[in-house]
């Protein structure tokens, strides 16, 4: 199996129970569930795109990772129907003692949405996730905290939705190199293709979270935990081949770990600085929500006075800048004087390039 169908079998286990997925093997037959998910994921047409399943699913935690909260295996019994592009899934959790217990999870799927409860079961699968070490204790309270609303929600309009057209699968990158070690996944699908009777209209529920906005406000979250936070961000920024100007940073966090972030465009002109530098601290051309809340800072606006600021110690620090399409951008001699951030670098030729970093 390739990267993508390791990590679009780990997003529907997560879905579908514990979605821990990927191939979880190095084997040439992925489980049966793997093949399922795939169907449904991309609306594979099986029986004109309409059918019936059962399916039972174990999975083994490996017992380096067992521990009084955590149960060496877990056994699931889920059950759907599929109409062309929607489908309807219901999971049951199988006792020790083989009776059954029925959290009344559902997943649907209408068109290019997925849509998973947050209940009981969602509660007890994020709690392993944690006991495992799947996840770690930030990820774990900080979703809990952006889920929280869902729980008191009437209990048909608890979901959380994933956009499929615009998932990102690289947010499961971190975790695929542990699955295999962690679990072990074993499945058996029964499909029934004398499916009838009319699709059963599935419509978006409401008060439903988005999944991109909660892994957002995630991602922001721990940009303001030491440990995870960046202690320096280098900045190149220039004008691509399609005459756009463009920001992309690689990032340094406390454990010493880099990364490169993804591209962005900018609204800003950056012709002024690059034709003479000597304007490199004077125009603002710094995106300042985006610079800022990669520092962990929070970025507000004040709609009166048309001023963007972050709050440092329960103080409001306004930035003089200019607004375009919405967004404000400062320079970098704001940064200096109203900030305790280093400017430990900045030149303009070719490109702008400029580093910022904490204060050690």
């Known amino acids: 199996m390739n990267k993508i169908k390791k990590i679009a079998a780990f997003c529907v286990l997560l879905v579908f129970t514990l979605i821990l997925g990927s191939t979880l093997s190095s084997c040439d037959k992925p489980p049966d569930i793997y093949t399922l998910v795939e169907n449904i994921l991309k609306n594979k047409n099986i029986n004109g795109g309409r059918y019936s399943f059962t399916a ?36 049951k959790l199988i006792r020790a003692d083989g009776e059954s217990y029925d959290f009344g999870m559902w997943v649907d799927k209408f068109e290019n949405n997925l849509y998973v409860d947050v209940n009981d079961l969602s509660k007890i699968i994020l709690e392993l996730l944690y006991s495992t070490g799947f996840i770690n204790l930030p990820v774990k309270t900080l979703f809990e905290k952006e889920t929280e609303s869902a729980y008191k929600i009437d209990a048909h309009n608890r979901h959380v939705y994933f956009d499929l057209t615009e998932f990102d699968l690289s947010f ?44 957002a406000k995630i991602d922001k979250g721990l940009l303001k935990l030491p440990g995870y936070r960046y202690v320096e961000l280098y900045a190149v920024m220039g004008i691509d081949e399609d005459k756009s100007n463009f920001m992309q940073i690689l990032a340094k966090r406390e454990n010493g770990e880099r990364e490169i972030l993804e591209k962005i465009k900018l609204d800003c002109n950056l012709s002024k600085v690059l034709k003479d530098p000597k304007n490199l601290y004077s125009e603002n051309i710094i995106p300042m929500r985006y610079l800022f809340e990669l520092l962990g800072e929070t970025v507000e606006w004040d709609a009166k006075n048309k001023q963007a600021y972050i709050i440092k110690n329960g103080n409001k620090i306004i930035f003089n800048g200019a607004l375009v399409n919405s967004k404000t951008y400062i320079n970098l001699v704001e940064i200096i004087i109203k900030t305790d951030y280093m400017l430990t670098s900045a030149a303009a030729d070719d490109y702008v390039e400029f580093t910022i970093a904490r204060k050690k």
């Open 56 to 91: 039972e699913l174990n999975i083994k935690i490996n017992k380096d990772y067992q521990n009084d909260a955590v149960p060496g295996e877990l056994n699931f019994e889920i059950y759907g129907e599929v109409w062309d592009s929607e489908a309807n899934i219901n999971i």
């Open 172 to 215: 499961f990158d971190k975790y695929i190199k542990d699955i295999e070690k962690i679990f072990t996944v074993k499945s058996k699908v029964n499909y029934n293709f004398k499916l009838e009777g009319n699709s059963f209209g599935i419509t978006e529920p409401a008060d439903s979270l988005n999944f991109s906005d909660i892994k």
